[in-house]
């Protein structure tokens, strides 16, 4: 027998509704199935008003195991991350860590990551920080960087080609 | 002691028998050392099948019984009686399952048969170290103890009451009538609360069998089912009960007048340091509240207290002090209702941040026109009548990080207060209101539901994430699952419905009674299913919103029920106390104690004899034959009649 | 004097200046020794959208760095903070996700053990220095300075794995603002996010979320906004201008972060709290330095 969404003529996609439910448990957190559509994460969502980013529905959505289209669209990148959903939903869900998930999901199927993630990616990569030092103006028009303002040398991997390596690794790895 | 040990096996239609061969167990249990005779038959829990046992009895004149059958839970009872009537003491009784514990549990006939072999070996080993056990009896007092003056302990010591048996009604504010004398409506009929609580409460004030104790707290209680002893404190009102006519002039002429916060009006209302709690209180008599009390607190009142100078009945007396007294009683009802969920838990509705946000039961107390502003509806913070009022629901309800039940009057309450302010403020103010579900299980419910539809109240399906008090309007954003489109709501008034929760003093309650609660706060049934209004200690039962949250009608069937479970004790003049009880050898007890922490029940004490040696004792009406004291005791001093060791082990012995 | 491995992120050291400055000032005063630590690397939470295994390594990683030193960490950006501690919770709890995180960090050498705590800067001021000692260095009055405090969204949410302050009513700067002599006043729009991390890829969509706070707190009358977060920071102050632009408002909020607020109200000069980096507009603030 089948279940069927018109919309899109896809089925459940299984597998990997139960990929993300796994990860969410290892990272403790509640599984999609106890959400009961309450909304309250979109009625205070931030990026809601101006995004129409909508966390109830990818919850719902990942409830009936449609998968492919949050994966493949625009709207799972505009979470602002600010946690607001996780901290009041009255099922202890967490839309924002499903976001996490999808975008994660989305990368490692080679779609094409959106605006700066892929130059922070690179940075981290090679220098091991998400961008280099900058000069930066002041509010009586001058320019000033870290070593004019007399301020320590910058921490960062002291190896890193070692770094690199061992971050490389990573790439492919899922939580 | 069992010499002539009859065995008789069930087949259980095919329940037992397809997975056990009967034939085969019949014959080998003919083998055993001490079986006089041997017999099957289909159903023995049936007519014939007791008869097959009596007769045998009789006929063979039998001294003790094994029947292999199924689990002793199911007809243990019976099989008692029927062992009894063939002229055995019923408990030289022992039962082999060899269903749920043999053929529902395995799916080898051979190896499924050889275990029922080993179980039919030891039931006939412990058969014949059986015992004969007599219940002993208990005396009953045929009064009753009924903690809580609300609508549920007003009806069940209605009902104990006019069925002749003496109730103390004990309620800890001064006036009976809990929370329905703070409603103004009820829902769906929309009666007036007052005017249908205040008949009954009338009736308790006038009858006969009750000894009604208001502004007074059960602090003790010491005994068993039949025979409770309990010590109850009459708090002082600093007012003569007898002089006192509730006329109310001291009310009026208080120092403390408008200052005091009152809890009946929810906080919402000022009223004086001495009160009438509300118009209709029973008994119609002034308290003064030891806290706000100028007199009681600082000495001196001004110049002199006004209550005293206006009370012509010269009622006033600030030399009255707590009084304890003593009742003995056979049953208790515990009926001590719910509270809100305190909403500043839920801390992004707003309640700390504006005064127009407020409770339902706050805005009851608006609609009630013996309220804080005589059913006037306005806002807190400026006393203007608000434009738009906006109700959310579940407020703390159906959460997991606050209360996770639903509290199953949010939705009909809300309704109903729509209704009431569509009627007194008209169709121009604006309704809204905020769901999650609208639960309106009940007879009547959902064609109140459909009014309310069609009454152009404006219903949004979301919850709201925060309220913003923006200055000059509340402000709410909801996403509304029905039109999937989100809706800014700036509105005058938010009403919240909190959860409902245990009350506070509950907890009090229940380590005096030794009672449960379950994991949500609220006392604990001894089935939720089956034995709704009783609770695992017998004798004491339980009934309201104590017990869960529930409407009225729920709370007065279950009030009725609590009644005629007590009353079923109270009719007797003695009970019987099952013999399966733990007692303890006095030469073998050293006095650690350990049983008396693990016995779940409290039925044990240290008793502390002349010669100076401490002992342990059993209270055998309490003990309930859980043997965890058995298990825990270092010396063996502990044992249970009809589970002894030495009936036990032969048992393990036959099976290994 | 109670020493900790100082964690900088990468926001901060590379162009937040004017928060290192203003730490490295008053933590010295208060008695909190701040140890540079070498091989520290991005903490992972920015890019956590790309691979979240890779943020819960980088911050194990940090973490294990720091303990080789036997220091606990001091993490004054928030999201620095929660990607730490989200870290350390994971791996304290979950033996299998500990074995599998430690051994890419062996490749370094490293090993995560569990023996540092990760503390905020709430932790810092309000918890280890405390609100009675930030009063008594106190030299320069505030004058019951209207402030509006920002929390941030990672500095408090979610509560559920343990955050320096309330999700719901965070009183910890109040307190701290109380103790230095400003008046902290409540504002509906407390708990809004400023947007940052949108940067990455809808950088006009952060700064109306910036610029529509900022706005509101302007209309509320306050003397100063005051943030704990170099990406908050970033968009209220440095970005300012810009955010006015987009939502076609004219902003002019003194934005300045908790330590600078601090610092002046211990009488630090001006140049050595890097208020001359804050591009909003702090002399109104600064009023009779």
Redesign the interface.
């Known amino acids: 027998m089948s279940i069927t969404d018109l919309t899109s003529m896809s089925e459940a996609q299984i597998a990997l509704r139960k990929e993300i439910n796994e990860r969410l448990i290892r990272l403790q957190e509640e599984i999609s199935d106890y959400c009961y559509q309450c909304a309250k994460c979109t009625s205070g969502c931030e990026a809601h008003k101006l995004l129409e980013l909508e966390p109830h529905k990818m919850v719902a959505l990942l409830k009936r195991g449609l998968i492919d289209e949050m994966v493949n669209s625009d709207i799972i990148w505009t979470c602002m991350s600010c946690f607001k959903c996780r901290e009041r939903c009255p099922q202890k869900i967490a839309p924002v860590d499903i976001l996490f998930a999808l975008k994660n999901m989305a990368v490692a199927s080679g779609k094409q990551i959106p605006g700066n993630y892929t130059a922070m990616l690179q940075s981290v990569l090679s220098t091991g920080i998400l961008q280099e030092i900058k000069s930066v103006s002041t509010s009586d028009n001058k320019t000033k960087n870290r070593d004019d303002l007399g301020l320590p040398e910058i921490s960062k991997p002291t190896d890193p080609a070692k770094f690199m390596g061992m971050l490389s690794k990573l790439a492919v790895e899922k939580v | 002691m069992g010499n002539k040990i009859g065995v008789f096996v069930c087949h259980c239609g095919i329940n037992i028998s397809q997975m056990v061969d009967v034939k085969k167990l019949v014959e080998y249990a003919k083998g055993l050392d001490g079986v006089f005779i041997s017999k099957d038959y289909k159903y023995m829990c049936s007519d014939v099948g007791a008869n097959l046992i009596k007769d045998s009895i009789k006929k063979n004149k039998l001294d003790s019984v094994v029947i292999a059958c199924c689990s002793p839970r199911m007809h243990e009872h019976t099989f008692r009686g029927v062992v009894e009537s063939g002229g055995v003491n019923a408990f030289n009784l022992e039962i082999a399952n060899i269903r749920e514990q043999c053929s529902w549990a395995h799916d080898d006939k051979d190896q499924a048969t050889e275990k029922a072999k080993a179980l039919v070996r030891a039931a006939v080993a412990k058969a014949k170290l059986l015992e004969p056990l007599e219940k002993s009896k208990i005396n009953v007092t045929p009064e009753a103890l009924v903690i809580g003056g609300g609508i549920a302990g007003i009806q069940a010591s209605l009902d104990l009451a006019d069925q002749g048996h003496k109730v103390y009604l004990v309620e800890k504010s001064p006036s009976l009538g809990g929370r329905m004398a703070q409603l103004d409506k009820t829902f769906p009929t929309l009666d007036c609360s007052g005017c249908i609580l205040t008949p009954k409460m009338m009736e308790v004030l006038n009858h006969q069998n009750i000894e009604l104790l208001t502004y007074s707290e059960v602090v003790g209680v010491e005994g068993s089912i039949g025979n409770y002893t309990v010590k109850i404190k009459k708090k002082a009102r600093y007012v003569n009960m007898d002089k006192c006519t509730g006329c109310g002039d001291c009310v009026e002429a208080c120092r403390m007048k408008g200052h005091v916060v009152s809890d009946f009006d929810e906080g919402i209302g000022k009223r004086s340091a001495i009160y009438m709690p509300f118009p209709q209180a029973v008994p119609l008599k002034c308290t003064i509240d030891p806290n706000s009390c100028l007199m009681l607190t600082k000495g001196k009142c001004g110049k002199g207290a006004l209550c005293v100078e206006a009370c012509e009945a010269g009622a006033i007396d600030f030399k009255q002090k707590d009084e304890e007294s003593e009742v003995k009683v056979g049953a208790i009802v515990v009926a001590t209702g719910y509270d809100l969920l305190d909403p500043n838990k839920m801390y992004e509705y707003g309640y700390a941040h504006s005064e127009d946000v407020i409770t339902s039961m706050q805005m009851e107390r608006l609609i009630n026109s013996s309220g804080p502003t005589m059913g006037e509806i306005i806002k807190p913070s400026n006393g203007e009548k608000p434009k738009s009022i906006t109700y959310i629901l579940c407020a703390g309800s159906r959460d997991e990080n606050e209360c996770s039940w639903c509290c199953r009057i949010g939705c009909m309450s809300a309704l109903k207060q729509v209704y009431l302010l569509k009627e007194k403020l008209g169709d121009d103010v604006e309704m809204n209101i905020c769901y999650t579900d609208i639960r309106s299980f009940g007879k009547g419910y959902e064609e109140f539901y459909r009014k309310i539809r069609g009454m152009n109240t404006n219903m949004f399906r979301g919850r709201p994430s925060e309220v913003r008090n923006m200055g000059d309007n509340l402000t709410i954003d909801i996403f509304d699952t029905t039109t999937n489109k989100l809706f800014e709501i700036k509105t005058d008034l938010v009403v919240i419905v909190p959860a409902l929760v245990s009350r506070t003093d509950s907890e009090e309650i229940s380590k005096i009674l030794r009672i449960s609660k379950g994991a949500d706060g609220f006392l604990l049934e001894a089935h939720p299913k089956l034995k709704p209004v009783d609770t695992a200690t017998n004798g004491i039962f339980i009934a309201g919103c104590c017990q869960a949250p529930k409407d009225i009608q729920d709370t007065v069937a279950q009030a009725s029920a609590a009644a005629a479970r007590a009353a079923n004790i109270l009719s007797k003049e003695e009970l019987e106390a099952e013999p399966q009880v733990s007692y303890v050898t006095e030469e073998l007890c050293s006095g650690c104690g350990t049983c008396i922490a693990v016995c779940p029940y409290s039925a044990i004490e240290l008793v502390k004899e002349e010669d100076g040696t401490t002992h342990a004792k059993v209270n055998e009406a309490l003990c309930m034959g859980c043997g965890s004291c058995v298990a825990s005791c270092p010396s063996g001093a502990m044992q249970q009649r009809g589970y002894k060791d030495k009936q036990l082990i032969p048992m393990i012995d036959e099976v290994i | 004097m109670k020493k900790y491995a100082l964690y ?1 992120g ?2 901060m ?3 937040q ?1 004017a928060y ?2 203003s730490i ?1 000032e008053i933590m010295p005063k208060l008695d909190i020794d701040l140890v ?7 903490c ?1 939470e ?9 943020t ?3 911050s194990a990683r940090n973490i294990a760095i720091a303990e080789k030193q036997g220091l606990d960490i001091f993490a004054p950006c928030p999201m620095c903070h929660m990607a730490l501690t989200e870290a350390k ?2 791996l304290d ?2 033996p ?2 500990n074995e599998r995180v430690n051994k ?2 062996l ?2 050498g490293l090993k995560y053990t569990g023996a540092s705590d990760v503390l905020s800067i709430l932790d810092i001021l309000h918890g280890v220095v405390g609100v009675e000692k930030i009063k008594k260095k106190v030299k320069k009055q505030l004058n019951d300075l209207k402030v509006a405090t920002h929390y941030g ?2 500095l408090i ?4 794995i343990g955050r320096p302050d309330d ?3 965070p009183q910890k700067m109040e307190e701290i603002l109380i103790a230095i002599g400003a008046k902290p006043e ?1 504002y ?2 407390k ?3 400023c ?8 950088p006009e ?1 952060a700064l ?2 910036t610029g529509q706070k900022l706005q509101r707190v302007q209309e509320q009358k306050f003397d100063a906004f005051i943030d704990t977060c170099p990406w908050c920071h970033r968009q209220y102050d ?1 970005k300012q201008t810009k955010a006015g632009e987009t939502v076609a408002a004219k902003l002019d909020v003194p934005v300045l972060y908790l330590t600078q607020m601090i610092g002046i109200s211990f009488g630090i000069s001006k140049e050595k709290l ?1 208020l ?4 909003s507009p ?2 109104k603030v600064m009023g009779g330095t």
């Open positions: 900088p990468c926001v050291p590379t162009e200046y290192e400055l490295r540079d630590v070498k091989d520290f690397s991005c992972g920015p890019i956590k959208s790309v691979n979240q295994m890779m819960l390594t980088l919770r994971v709890t979950d299998k996700m890419f960090l490749e370094e969204c990672h949410r979610p509560s559920e999700a719901e009513n409540y509906p729009e708990l809004d996010c947007g940052g991390l949108l940067n990455a890829n809808l969509s109306t979320k440095s890097g001359n980096l804050n591009l702090v002399d």
